[in-house]
């Protein structure tokens, strides 16, 4: 109900000329687009925060097209906030993690529009055929269309049988995800899938040859590049801590693994998870990191710092209407209303 009077009120905004109104007083500040992963099959019903299905992607680009948004690299818009000189309704694509769907199904949109874009690539799973750990156990749950699962079998300690959906389900899944995290070889959480994976009938084969919550590989990056595609720091293990040194550490060893396939090393961050404090600035800035950007909302001028660049999520949770809103400029004037 909430949503449809949001919707409602979106609409009627939109059509009064609100919208027009909000995109030329706003003009000058630049809008930055993120996405994750693009639908090869269901994700966007597992994940919806996470995925979007590729018709609708396509709809947002052309949308871009269509409306005189001009969309510039990450790296242009670094230099235009730099100089001072922000073109007219500029717009940032930038997609975050690197999952196989960008590749497949995400670059051949952004390459039909001719779009630059930056990809926030983690390292860890890159170039590994094996799906993200913890997604995986999550996804083998939710698609599972058995009542019960039999988790005796998967070698943890304290785990029996459980019926799907109850407190039990849900502290046996937390229990699975805690033991194959704390496994130091990668092997040994493919074996734990594995097994996972005929407790709830989901074949992990399948699963894995589906891609869907696979990273991109070296062939497919080189791809992404050519199709002007900039690839950029999303750290190794998909987290960033306070401590300066681990902090450092998890970018270090992005850039390691991903600057030797590049032709020009990665400069600009992006905070895994959206997790972010002042506090890590100053390792940013030893760093030389000249943005990075967060998952909170709000359009970028020259006064916002630089590593706090704030993005739009769009993912099939975003109806067309709120995209448009938030584009023009409307969803910020009303987040500027509510002294957000
Ligand atoms: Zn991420």
């Known amino acids: 109900m909430k949503d449809t009077i949001k919707k409602t009120i979106l609409m009627v905004a939109k059509y009064i000329g609100l919208f027009h109104l909000a995109k030329l007083s706003y003009r000058n500040r630049i809008r930055i687009l993120c996405y994750h992963g693009f639908s090869l099959k269901n994700e966007e019903k597992f994940v919806p925060g996470l995925f979007i299905k590729p018709d609708i992607f396509d709809e947002r680009m052309r949308f871009l097209k269509d409306k005189g948004y001009n969309v510039i690299s990450l790296e242009e818009a670094f230099q235009a906030t730099k100089?001072?000189?922000i073109e007219d309704n500029s717009v940032v694509i930038t997609i975050d993690d690197g999952f196989y769907s960008t590749y497949a199904l995400g670059l051949p949109v952004l390459k039909k529009y001719g779009f630059a874009s930056t990809l926030y690539l983690t390292s860890y799973y890159f170039d590994k055929d094996c799906p993200i750990f913890t997604l995986g156990v999550n996804y083998m749950f939710w698609n599972s269309e058995l009542d019960e699962f039999d988790l005796s079998q998967l070698g943890i300690e304290g785990l029996g049988t459980v019926k799907a959906g109850t407190e039990e389900c849900e502290k046996a899944r937390l229990k699975i995800t805690a033991t194959g995290q704390a496994y130091e070889r990668n092997e040994d959480r493919v074996n734990l899938l594995t097994k996972l994976g005929k407790a709830t009938e989901q074949d992990f084969d399948v699963l894995n040859k589906s891609r869907i919550l696979n990273l991109i590989n070296q062939a497919e990056l080189k791809e992404c590049v050519e199709g002007k595609m900039d690839i950029e720091i999303h750290t190794h293990r998909h987290t960033f801590p306070t401590d300066p040194i681990l902090a450092a550490k998890e970018i270090e060893k992005n850039k390691q693994q991903i600057n030797p396939l590049l032709e020009k090393p990665m400069s600009h961050f992006c905070y895994p998870s959206g997790v972010w404090s002042k506090e890590h600035w100053h390792i940013l800035d030893e760093l030389g990191i000249k943005t990075s950007t967060t998952c909170d909302n709000g359009l970028i001028t020259p006064e916002t710092p630089y590593h706090a660049w704030s993005r739009f999520l769009d993912s099939a949770r975003i109806s067309?209407?709120?995209?448009?809103?938030?584009?023009?400029?409307?969803?910020?004037?009303?987040?500027?209303?509510?002294?957000?």
């Open 83 to 85: 100089s001072g000189n």
């Open 320 to 340: 067309q209407i709120e995209y448009e809103s938030e584009l023009s400029g409307f969803t910020e004037f009303l987040r500027k209303l509510r002294g957000k």
